[in-house]
């Protein structure tokens, strides 16, 4: 059933079953030389730099810019802010169905509704004139009092729906409680996390002939020139977004202050213009994961089966747009019980407003859960493992739909053999090997698998090739490959034989790399149509110099999609050293087991899930930005005060997959971006507990907080 | 723009890659931003520009360093080598060859940064320089073996958003012991 | 960033003429942590004088057995050199566990021991510190300061030194040898900084002017029986939240010297005196370590969210002593 990867091939000459196959990657050549351009390598003659002055207060309003002494600097072109800017209509909904990020639409009005809010931009001639410019740049605020305090007991909480229901409850929560042989009452709490993408946010703008150009690093070039048509009330077809390689994304590169910023300024200087985000500014320009509090109760019967299951999680967003981090979305998928409630809040801060970060909800809210079940099973004296068996659910616990298929056991199964779960002493604080005690620790992963409506074209050369163009956007995962291989098998040819043709917004309408759905979402566009190639060219017609070109559109066959809940599933196992005399936790071995659909390149599908677990270990020991209550603003807001975890944090750890492809999908994809994260943090968390005997729940697991929580485990 | 020299601005010749580059740089130019911006060099990557992330290491004379730390006015006189420097031609460099087939990347951001600080990695460890994890640094000790937490500590300075390390870590051992075997590494750190 | 001027210097003597009284301008050796600032502004100098190439790259053996470091040597040599590993094991260490190596390759000696604080709040010039604005208050006293210090603050400023080389120099005596237009200058590294007071602006004994040519190690024999420890967030890439150098020489069962520094709990390196008085002449039990290290600590003052660091060096100081005494006992 365990599909295996070892090794890897360069070789492309099969003809059939390239899917399955590894590949290296079809750009990697470009990527080790340095060869691949990313989105502020892209040269420009005349080329301006602009760069983003942000408000140095957490609210209030700007009451004047002064401009003159700046644009008496060397090299400094123009300065655009609130009195001057291009005006923008904000008012609309995007592709995903939200409205666009509130800091997007740039100096629009004098408020300040967070600290660093773009209040200005300065362009001049090269990037050091326009940085010392936009620091020496004096902005008069009206300075109001503001709120950033973040605590589970804020009574002006309220629910929010976002992509689901805020709230869904069914039987009686406190009865139900009341009646449970055991009980888990535990509050959980993860804090701000940020994406942090190693290529800062860059756009570069110019108009080509009545035509806008942006070359931009996003997640979805339909996306965000869609959203720029809009903003500044352009004829769609009138703007170009390119993103040919994106250095990473995660959730945080949508519409974001950068493109707007350089459009505008290409605009009113009518010549090409980069702006590209410093790393502190994206600390509060490019989103971020709100912290949660979270509160989880259990109720079981002696053996362990949930009676009672609430799960309550409260998040922060921005006075100026609603955002939810669904961490209560999990336990509406994993466990069932007679009394089910879970439910959604916000709170609104003067802050800047949360985005999706990679597995939204699922990550913080699978910290909550699965922990909770840790602490379960240890109240039940049944392990883990078995606990989830016998509370494994037939159809969706709040739905009451099938799964499409519902692979969990199966995962926790080969798991548990590879991991040698068979033989772990379940007591905590009983395993030492010099200054380090021992644990570890396990925990359910699951993800929703979508897909997104999208477009392709695909021509067959008259030189017996064919090229796919597709506004696909491959942010690290693999999806130029991906598609390579999919594109291969669909026309039956080998890859060498297919050239696919990504980022750019000129290839029509297409799901961005988001949500786990954009291979899997690209795929059946591009399936689609090389099955009608393929009818096409049976026919026998000579290929004309242009070649053959059809395309495809997946609206109708997503719509008629049988609702079912559907998902990825795993399991995740960690091993844990932790120096009680320290409080430094480490990480010895991980293994996730995933029924995540059909593989379809097993070398970049492992980099995945394994990326996905190594986020896992970073948000359970590292993660946290600090944001300072007097101030409203952060504290080392950058790598060194941000942590995330280095080379020497993360040993030899494993992803490896059972068989499970999609019976929905043509290709029999599901979508393996966001669950490597899922349940991470919880298995690393359940880890420490067993090393140590304390139960952590705030993340992440640092060690001032090791050490401050002492050990409940006798130790020598 | 083609600034003249001032006080603020001087004249430098760049050696990149055996090139020689004769440009006027502003003084607050970074060696990356030098690269970049006016040499169109930009497999150099900037991700934090303060030092945190080695995505732009280059190597200076051999040795890895960060260019955005680095004053490109300071850097003349010294032997810079990027990322598009160090395959022999066509031929790539067996670190960067490991990356490909390992699969040591991802988004390929940090790659360039990763492959130069590699390359010096193995170097340092053939010079017998002990690192962090070494757990005798006494000269007597001899050259510890580069096992994979020699090469994780040694690697530290190269964040990875995406996550690639487990791939990396191969990758760098792999293209060291190619270089053992094929005695490419025999040249010791200046 | 504002525009300067930049001049290289080739000679000590030229190095310190060409920057002269000149409040603004600075001295430039591996950038790594002025270059720094000054793109996020905490500094704006005018005038850079380069002294990387200056010969002062060199660690010599001293005719008494000890070691002089140039100031211009680079942590990557410093680390690498095997008179610093044989004699003074516990420097090497401390640089190897500092910073990356690309890094360590660029920053030097004299740049290490002048190296700023890395407090979120020095290094945000849109808010207020003591430090870096004299008399604009000190936010970290009611803010973040989980990693600030426990010993010698003041109500001015709680920062820590974040070197990790200064920790084991001050643990083995070194000298800081300077010139100054005036002619050379030299101060022990335990008074190079100056007590954090109501002026934490002002952080070092150094003359205006004056520029650093190098430390001087006198010889220490216990110090071949040495370790640092560090300890951090992550497990390498990060500053200290507690580190210690440690030198101890057993004999008979009885501690017969010991050099104890700790790092990131002070305004500077600590060297815990107290604490090697304690150990002196004591048998080299975990009973004598505990009480050494409590001697130290005794004058903590933890502030609400870094009272474990307290714990923490009381841990570290047992730890690493009990490592070295059993190591000496083998």
């Not at chain 1, 068996?389 to 995962?411: H, K, Q, Y």
């Not at chain 3, 040597?73 to 910073?99: F, M």
């Amino acid at each position: 059933m365990t599909t295996t990867t070892t090794g890897t091939t360069n070789g492309t000459t099969t003809a059939r079953g390239s899917v399955g196959t590894a590949h290296t990657r079809v750009e990697g050549r470009d990527k080790v030389t340095g060869a691949a351009r990313y989105a502020g390598e892209i040269p420009f003659a005349g080329l301006a730099h602009g760069w983003l002055a942000l408000s140095t207060v957490t609210r209030g309003r700007v009451r004047s810019v002064e401009t003159a002494p700046v644009l008496g600097m060397p090299g400094v072109l123009t300065v655009l802010h609130h009195e001057n800017a291009p005006r923008l209509d904000s008012d609309y909904v995007g592709l995903l169905g939200v409205p666009p990020d509130p800091s997007a639409a740039l100096f629009q009005h004098d408020r300040v509704p967070h600290r660093g809010w773009p209040v200005a931009l300065v362009v001049a001639e090269t990037s050091e004139q326009a940085r010392e410019a936009a620091e020496a740049l004096v902005v008069h605020y009206e300075q109001e009092p503001h709120d950033v305090a973040f605590s589970a007991g804020r009574p002006d909480a309220y629910p929010v729906d976002g992509h689901m229901p805020a709230v869904a409850e069914k039987g009686d929560l406190e009865s139900a409680l009341a009646t449970s042989t055991v009980v888990v009452d535990a509050e959980y709490t993860t804090p701000e996390e940020h994406h942090n993408p190693m290529e800062p946010h860059a756009a570069t703008a110019h108009w080509d002939g009545g035509r806008l150009e942006v070359v931009d690093s996003n997640q979805g070039t339909t996306w965000v020139a869609g959203d720029l048509a809009k903003l500044f009330s352009l004829d769609p077809a009138s703007v170009r977004v390119r993103s040919e390689h994106v250095g990473g994304g995660f959730g945080s590169k949508g519409i974001r202050a950068h493109q707007v910023a350089a459009v505008m300024a290409a605009t009113v200087l009518q010549r090409p213009v980069r702006v590209v985000m410093t790393r502190r500014q994206m600390f509060s320009l490019a989103g971020y994961r709100s912290p949660t509090t979270q509160r989880v109760r259990l109720g079981a019967d002696a053996q362990g089966r949930l009676r009672a299951l609430e799960h309550r999680c409260l998040n922060i967003t921005s006075t100026v747009r609603e955002f939810v981090e669904p961490g209560a979305a999990p336990a509406r998928v994993m466990y069932d019980a007679d009394a089910h409630h879970t439910a959604n809040r916000v709170v609104r801060l003067d802050v800047p407003t949360p985005t999706w970060m990679r597995a939204p909800g699922e990550a913080p809210g699978s910290f909550a859960l699965e922990a909770a079940l840790d602490e379960l099973a240890e109240k039940c004296g049944i392990d883990p493992i078995e606990l989830r068996a016998r509370n494994e659910p037939e159809r969706g616990p709040v739905s009451g739909l099938p799964f499409s298929s519902r692979n969990l056991l199966t995962c926790f199964r080969e798991g548990a053999r590879r991991f040698g779960w068979a033989d772990r002493d379940p007591r905590p604080g009983l395993r030492r090997d010099g200054r380090w005690l021992l644990g570890t620790g396990t925990a359910a992963a699951s993800f929703p698998a979508g897909a997104g409506p999208s477009t392709a074209g695909l021509t067959a050369e008259p030189d017996g090739t064919f090229t796919v163009r597709i506004a696909a956007s491959d942010i690290g995962t693999g999806a130029r490959t991906a598609l390579t291989l999919v594109a291969a098998d669909a026309l039956g040819v080998a890859p060498d034989r297919v050239r696919v043709r990504i980022g750019d917004s000129d290839f029509g309408p297409a799901m961005i790399a988001g949500g786990s759905m954009g291979t899997r979402s690209w795929s059946w566009a591009v399936t689609i149509a090389a099955d009608e190639l393929r009818e096409r060219l049976a026919l026998g017609a000579d290929i004309p110099p242009a070649g053959i070109t059809v395309r495809s559109d997946t609206t109708e066959a997503i719509g008629a999609l049988a609702k079912k809940e559907r998902h990825s599933f795993g399991a995740q196992f960690a091993e844990v050293a932790v120096d009680v005399t320290t409080g430094e936790v480490r990480v010895r071995r991980m293994l996730g087991i995933f029924a995540a659909g059909r593989v379809v390149n097993p070398l970049t599908a492992r980099s995945q899930f394994l990326g996905g677990m190594i986020w896992g270990i970073s948000m359970a020991l590292h993660e946290e930005a600090v944001r300072d209550p007097a101030s409203g603003g952060h504290v080392g807001a950058d790598l060194a005060g941000y942590h995330v975890a280095t080379h020497a944090d993360v040993p030899l750890i494993e992803a490896d997959w059972i068989d499970d492809p999609d019976p929905d999908d043509p290709v029999g994809i599901k979508g393996i971006g966001e669950i490597g994260i899922v349940g991470a943090a919880a298995a690393i968390a359940n880890a420490v507990w067993h090393a140590t005997g304390v139960r952590h729940r705030s993340l992440p697991i640092r060690p001032d907080r090791v050490l401050s929580a002492g050990t409940g485990a006798a130790h020598a | 723009m083609a600034p003249a020299p001032s006080p603020t601005h001087s004249a430098v010749t760049l050696n990149v890659n055996g090139e020689k580059y004769t440009l006027t740089v502003d003084h607050r130019t970074t060696l990356l931003d030098a690269l970049r911006e006016r040499l169109d060099l930009t497999g150099t990557k900037k991700g934090c520009d303060q030092g945190q992330c080695g995505a732009c290491t280059v190597l200076l004379d051999g040795r890895r360093a960060v260019s955005c730390l680095h004053l490109a006015v300071a850097a003349e006189g010294r032997e810079i080598t990027t990322i598009e420097g160090v395959a022999d031609g066509e031929r790539l460099h067996p670190v960067q060859q490991a990356f490909l087939d390992f699969d040591g990347y991802q988004c390929g951001y940090c790659t360039p940064g990763q492959i130069c600080s590699a390359i010096a990695v193995i170097e340092e460890h053939a010079a017998g320089w002990p690192s962090a994890v070494t757990d005798d640094v006494g000269p007597e000790a001899g050259p510890a073996p580069l096992t994979a937490d020699e090469i994780r500590e040694r690697m530290s300075g190269n964040l990875c958003r995406c996550g690639a390390y487990v791939s990396i870590v191969q990758a760098v051992a792999r293209a060291a012991a190619v270089q053992a075997e094929t005695g490419e590494a025999a040249e010791a750190v200046a | 960033m504002r525009e300067f001027g930049y001049q290289r210097a080739s000679d000590v003597a030229g190095a310190v003429a060409l920057l002269g009284a000149d409040p603004d301008a600075r001295f430039l050796a591996g950038g790594t942590n002025l270059v720094d600032l000054m793109k996020t502004g905490v500094e704006r100098p005018a005038r850079l004088v380069d002294v990387r190439e200056l010969p002062l790259d060199r660690v010599e053996s001293t005719p008494d057995g000890g070691l002089r470091i140039g100031a211009t040597v680079t942590n990557s040599d410093l680390a690498a050199h095997p008179e610093v590993r044989r004699r003074y094991p516990a420097l090497a260490q401390a640089v190897l566990a500092g910073a990356s190596g690309q890094l360590r390759n660029m920053a030097t000696l004299g740049g290490n021991l002048l190296q700023r604080t890395r407090c979120g709040y020095f290094t945000d010039v849109t808010g207020p510190c003591n430090k870096r604005r004299p008399g604009s208050g000190c936010p970290a006293l009611q803010g973040e300061h989980h990693n600030h210090a426990v010993l010698g603050a003041s109500d001015h400023c709680v920062a820590v030194h974040p070197s990790d080389m200064g920790v084991a120099l001050t643990a083995f005596d070194a000298v800081v040898s300077y010139e100054t237009t005036d002619g050379p200058g030299q101060v022990p590294l335990t008074e190079f900084y100056l007590p954090v007071g109501d002026t934490p602006h002002r952080e070092t004994a150094l003359p205006a002017g004056a520029l650093i040519t190098g430390v001087t190690l006198p010889p220490a024999p216990v110090a071949t029986r040495s370790r640092y420890r560090k300890v951090r967030e992550r497990a390498s890439y990060a500053f200290a939240i507690g580190s210690l150098a440690a030198a101890l020489d057993v004999r008979d069962g009885v501690v017969h010297e010991a050099r104890l520094a700790l790092g990131a709990v002070a305004s500077r390196p600590w060297r815990a005196r107290a604490a090697e008085r304690v150990l002196t002449g004591s048998p080299a039990d975990a009973g004598t370590f505990a009480a050494a290290a409590d001697a130290e600590l005794a004058a903590a003052r933890p502030l609400p969210h870094n009272g474990y660091k307290v714990t923490l060096m009381r841990n570290l100081v047992v730890a690493v002593l009990t490592e070295l005494a059993e190591e000496a006992a083998r």
